[in-house]
């Protein structure tokens, strides 16, 4: 297709290998409607893919809406009470954390929320320094659909996620391109442009097509939610058998199969404030900057 020769004769990289074909899909689409609701739509969406092309902009989710037709609630957790269930969840990975320290201190439930605090503490559990947490469900799962409804803290330092992660999939060995186990970044709010807030879908995985050194990653897009550290927005992700489709607010961002094929393995479910390095928060007062990611609730169904 013209499409693909043209981002093969380019190096674009995957996502914008992405936005590309779907450039071309919208300009085929301009001459099968007489809409003149749909044509102004389309010259948008349009105008929007050239401007991540040229600038690097996110995009608007314009995919098909979710459809949960044959799956059934396995999870759901509306964090009640005061406390966090232990019996579903664990904290993950206490301990130093790139420039700071994850330490369950930094978990509470309050308000029907979970709330994740990013801080410096200067009588910390490990001493004086940045801190925050992540937390995983007790359980692994495999194939299904992931959703989150949160919240993004309100900073350009820290940065919300949801994502699951198998055993090894920096490991080539393990990896074996993904079909060994994956991680895949449901959502990470770490794009700041234009004076909003955006969200990347991203996979790592190692040994895609034999590759044996370091671990292979495609960040597939940016993608704009509504006032996403103000309101509550829900990000998803249905991972089929041959696809992982990405979701905000029931609409499609977009969908890969990158690797050798997607993970066949259960999977831990995670849910973190993510603390960056320690160029990132230099310029953050120690004793004012105090961050939340706050949760509504976090969904799992299966087939």
Same mark, same amino acid.
């Given at each position: 297709?013209?499409?693909?020769?043209?981002?093969?004769?380019?190096?674009?990289?995957?996502?914008?290998?992405?936005?590309v074909e779907k450039f071309f899909e919208y300009?085929?689409?301009?001459?099968?409607?007489?809409?003149?609701?749909?044509?102004?739509?389309?010259?948008?969406?349009?105008?929007?893919?050239?401007?991540?092309?040229?600038? =690097?902009?996110?995009?608007?989710?314009?995919?098909?809406?979710?459809?949960?037709?044959?799956?059934?609630?396995?999870?759901?957790?509306?964090?009640?009470?005061?406390?966090?269930?232990?019996?579903?969840w664990e904290v993950r990975g206490n301990g130093?954390?790139?420039?700071?320290? %994850?330490?369950?201190?930094?978990?509470?439930?309050?308000?029907?929320?979970?709330?994740?605090? =990013?801080?410096?503490?200067?009588?910390?559990?490990?001493?004086?320094?940045?801190?925050?947490?992540?937390?995983?469900?007790?359980?692994?799962?495999?194939?299904?659909?992931?959703?989150?409804?949160?919240?993004?803290?309100?900073?350009?330092?820290?940065?919300?996620?949801?994502?699951?992660?198998?055993?090894?999939?920096?490991?080539?060995?393990?990896?074996?391109?993904?079909?060994?186990?994956?991680?895949?970044?449901?959502?990470?709010?770490?794009?700041?442009?234009?004076?909003?807030?955006?969200?990347?879908?991203?996979?790592?995985?190692?040994?895609?097509?034999?590759?044996?050194?370091?671990?292979?990653?495609?960040?597939? =897009?940016?993608?704009?939610? %509504?006032?996403?550290?103000?309101?509550? %927005?829900?990000?998803?992700?249905?991972?089929?058998?041959?696809?992982?489709?990405?979701?905000?607010?029931?609409?499609?961002?977009?969908?890969?199969?990158? =690797? %050798?094929?997607?993970?066949?393995?259960?999977?831990?479910?995670?849910?973190?404030?993510?603390?960056?390095?320690?160029?990132?928060?230099?310029?953050?007062?120690?004793?004012?900057?105090?961050?939340?990611?706050?949760?509504?609730?976090?969904?799992?169904?299966?087939?």
């Amino acid at each position: 297709m013209l499409w693909s020769k043209i981002a093969e004769a380019l190096n674009l990289s995957i996502r914008e290998t992405w936005a590309v074909e779907k450039f071309f899909e919208y300009f085929g689409n301009l001459f099968t409607t007489f809409s003149p609701k749909k044509i102004i739509s389309t010259v948008l969406a349009m105008v929007e893919i050239l401007q991540m092309l040229i600038l =690097g902009m996110p995009l608007t989710p314009r995919g098909q809406q979710l459809d949960l037709t044959g799956y059934n609630l396995v999870v759901y957790d509306e964090f009640e009470g005061d406390t966090l269930n232990e019996n579903l969840w664990e904290v993950r990975g206490n301990g130093p954390r790139r420039c700071g320290y %994850n330490y369950s201190s930094q978990v509470s439930v309050k308000d029907g929320n979970l709330v994740i605090t =990013g801080e410096y503490l200067e009588d910390g559990y490990y001493g004086e320094g940045w801190y925050t947490a992540a937390i995983k469900l007790r359980e692994r799962y495999k194939q299904g659909y992931y959703e989150i409804r949160c919240i993004c803290n309100d900073s350009p330092g820290y940065w919300s996620a949801f994502w699951i992660q198998a055993d090894g999939p920096y490991t080539a060995s393990i990896s074996k391109g993904g079909v060994g186990g994956a991680e895949i970044d449901i959502f990470e709010s770490t794009e700041y442009s234009e004076g909003k807030y955006a969200v990347t879908n991203t996979i790592h995985c190692a040994g895609v097509d034999g590759v044996q050194e370091g671990f292979q990653s495609a960040m597939l =897009g940016k993608f704009y939610g %509504n006032n996403i550290t103000k309101e509550y %927005n829900t990000y998803g992700l249905e991972w089929t058998e041959d696809e992982y489709i990405f979701y905000i607010n029931g609409v499609e961002t977009v969908r890969s199969s990158f =690797g %050798n094929g997607v993970s066949q393995v259960p999977e831990d479910v995670i849910v973190s404030l993510e603390i960056p390095d320690e160029e990132h928060m230099a310029e953050f007062d120690k004793e004012t900057f105090r961050t939340e990611f706050i949760v509504d609730y976090v969904k799992i169904y299966q087939k």
